[in-house]
């Protein structure tokens, strides 16, 4: 049995560390591409995350965001897994957004089992237990079977500006028959305002399993549907794209994604 009391007490120690995060320009690094940074504070939360949670699960492996120094081989779809983003919304900390999140799942056997999520900035911790329901701090959350046109679509943009084109298009789709849309800039707390029906729908082209592991199931658990464009599951162990919503402004919106991206 996890202490699931004990990991939300570390994620939201972790979503502190956040708030208390006192940024320098020598404090940042790019990553591969223009807008992937990487600070020494995503490294130093991870490590205390890591540290800690090793403690509470010493079987667990880890599939985190920053490269983990004592990184093990250890196959994932096995056994317990933590997946870990330590700052989700890495450029909006940097700049000031104040919409970046703690991210932490847990896998077994290759299925999510639980997901916190923690935007220190406004106290909102997301969080869900397979099959007890998902929470937005004390209140249970259940998406509201809404479309397109009853709401507001996430997007996030893809990270390499040559699929940017072909992207946009799609967007441009979606634009028209949606309220309106957003960019949060934080895949996780997107994702999570799905599950609370901020949202009605999300999608991003490329993400990683860390960036959406937690969500995932705290958007299941609310009732909302999430999948890569094929309608298969998000993928826990390499990069996919991820299409969320309530039911219907998910279909309606991987209806427009494989119009416009499907090229099979
Ligand atoms: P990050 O802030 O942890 O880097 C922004 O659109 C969202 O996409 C954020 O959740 C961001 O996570 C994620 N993201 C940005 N670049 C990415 C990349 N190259 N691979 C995967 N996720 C990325
Ligand atoms: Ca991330």
Same mark, same amino acid.
């Given at each position: 049995?996890?202490?699931?009391?004990?990991?939300?007490?570390?994620?939201? @120690?972790?979503?502190?560390?956040?708030?208390?995060?006192?940024?320098?320009?020598? @404090?940042?690094?790019?990553?591969?591409?223009?807008?992937?940074?990487?600070?020494?504070?995503?490294?130093?939360?991870? @490590?205390?995350?890591?540290?800690?949670?090793?403690?509470?699960?010493?079987?667990?492996?880890?599939?985190?965001?920053?490269?983990?120094?004592?990184?093990?081989?250890?196959?994932?779809?096995?056994?317990?897994?933590?997946?870990?983003?330590?700052?989700?919304?890495?450029?909006?900390?940097?700049?000031?957004?104040?919409?970046?999140?703690?991210?932490?799942?847990?896998?077994?056997?290759?299925?999510?089992?639980?997901?916190?999520?923690?935007?220190?900035?406004?106290?909102?911790?997301?969080?869900?237990?397979?099959?007890?329901?998902?929470?937005?701090?004390?209140?249970?959350?259940?998406?509201?079977?809404?479309?397109?046109?009853?709401?507001?679509?996430?997007?996030?943009?893809?990270?390499?500006?040559?699929?940017?084109?072909?992207?946009?298009?799609?967007?441009?789709?979606?634009?028209?028959?949606? @309220?309106?849309?957003?960019?949060?800039?934080?895949?996780?707390?997107?994702?999570?305002?799905?599950?609370?029906?901020?949202?009605?729908?999300?999608?991003?082209?490329?993400?990683?399993?860390?960036?959406?592991?937690?969500?995932?199931?705290?958007?299941?658990?609310?009732?909302?549907?999430?999948?890569?464009?094929?309608?298969?599951?998000?993928?826990?162990?390499?990069?996919?794209?991820?299409?969320?919503?309530?039911?219907?402004?998910?279909?309606?919106?991987?209806?427009?994604?494989?119009?416009?991206?499907?090229?099979?």
């Amino acid at each position: 049995m996890i202490d699931y009391a004990r990991v939300e007490h570390l994620v939201r @120690q972790a979503g502190q560390m956040i708030l208390d995060a006192n940024i320098t320009r020598e @404090q940042i690094h790019t990553k591969e591409s223009r807008d992937n940074f990487v600070t020494d504070y995503d490294i130093r939360i991870q @490590q205390y995350l890591v540290d800690n949670l090793r403690i509470l699960l010493p079987e667990a492996g880890f599939f985190c965001e920053e490269t983990m120094q004592d990184s093990e081989s250890r196959d994932i779809r096995k056994g317990f897994c933590f997946y870990i983003d330590p700052i989700d919304g890495t450029t909006n900390f940097i700049y000031g957004y104040h919409f970046s999140c703690v991210s932490v799942g847990i896998a077994l056997d290759g299925r999510m089992i639980a997901g916190f999520v923690y935007n220190p900035y406004n106290n909102e911790m997301y969080r869900a237990i397979r099959g007890q329901g998902a929470y937005l701090n004390d209140r249970r959350l259940w998406t509201e079977n809404r479309t397109l046109a009853d709401g507001i679509l996430a997007f996030g943009a893809p990270a390499d500006t040559t699929k940017g084109e072909t992207f946009f298009k799609m967007l441009y789709q979606l634009y028209e028959v949606t @309220q309106t849309i957003r960019n949060g800039g934080s895949a996780a707390l997107d994702l999570c305002r799905v599950a609370s029906g901020s949202n009605t729908a999300f999608i991003q082209t490329r993400l990683s399993p860390y960036d959406y592991a937690a969500a995932s199931v705290i958007i299941e658990e609310a009732g909302g549907v999430i999948t890569q464009l094929d309608g298969s599951p998000v993928s826990l162990e390499e990069n996919c794209l991820v299409i969320a919503g309530a039911p219907v402004a998910y279909v309606q919106t991987r209806n427009i994604a494989l119009r416009m991206l499907d090229k099979k």
